[in-house]
């Protein structure tokens, strides 16, 4: 380190100089300007002053410790925001599958009930072939009508032929008479060949009522009546002889 040799030549050259005759001058005492004041300092690796920044008050050469930098801190990390929990969906129960039941037996024709005029009557049942009865009167018949009871009761398709677009066709004439036939039974009449009168009598009003008017069923009983001559039903009916 130079300038501490420096210092220390002058040093030993005042004690050198301070042995001479009193008449000498005294050297002028040297002040290192970092020293000053009685403040210390800090030197670098050479001894060379650095700064008097921080240092120690006391006086004195002193070696700065090292900086010691903060260690940066990581930056924290945008959290995700949770997401929101869906909402559940409310579940349909399964519709139950339905248990078939038995098939109709058949259907109601309140018009028909309408048609007849007949105080008696309150019902016309149209009844499917499957639950068509049993007996054996009335397992080879097209209609019936109970004694004491309300209800005519024909076969479906017998039913099916009494409408407005079957008008001039066989099935509409027999339909027609079947209704009608019915009905005369329903007055009170037990022979089958009065019934078979009463109808083709009562078949141009029953259309009428039904809004076809009347010739369309006074044709439809001469229709049948001419259908059925070469091979009339046997009595006691007399559809076809009349």
């Known amino acids: 380190m130079p300038r501490w040799s420096l210092v220390l030549a002058l040093a030993v050259v005042a004690a050198f100089s301070g042995a001479g005759p009193a008449t000498t001058a005294p050297p002028e005492q040297l002040l ?3 020293l000053s ?5 800090y030197v670098d690796e050479d001894g060379r002053p650095v700064t008097s920044e921080g240092a120690p008050r006391s006086p004195g050469i002193h070696v700065r410790p090292p900086l010691t930098r ?3 801190q990581p930056t924290p990390q945008p959290q995700p925001e949770p997401a929101p929990t869906p909402t559940p969906t409310p579940t349909t129960p399964p519709t139950p599958i339905p248990i078939p ?7 109601e024709r309140p018009e028909l009930v309408a048609a007849v005029a007949v105080a008696a009557v309150t019902s016309v049942f149209c009844r499917t072939d499957a639950a068509w009865p049993t007996d054996p009167v009335l397992v080879n018949a097209t209609g019936y009508w109970m004694w004491g009871g309300s209800v005519i009761t024909m076969r479906t398709w017998r039913c099916d032929g009494i409408a407005q677009e079957k008008i001039g066709t066989e099935a509409f004439a027999r339909g027609l ?4 036939h019915e009905a005369g039974h ?9 019934a078979d009168k009463y109808a083709l009598a009562q078949m ?18 001469r229709f049948l009546n001419n259908l059925l001559k070469p091979n009339p039903p046997p009595a006691p009916y007399c559809i076809g002889r009349l």
Request: aromatic share 10%; net charge negative; with cysteine.
């Open 32 to 34: 290192i300007p970092y």
């Open 37 to 41: 004041g009685g403040a210390g300092v």
């Open 70 to 72: 903060p260690e940066p």
């Open 101 to 107: 039941g038995p098939p109709p037996a058949g259907y």
């Open 177 to 180: 008479f079947v209704l009608a």
């Open 186 to 194: 329903a007055t009170g009449l037990g022979d089958e060949c009065d």
């Open 204 to 221: 141009g009003s029953i259309s009428a009522r039904l809004g076809w008017g009347y010739a369309v069923g006074e044709d439809a009983g």
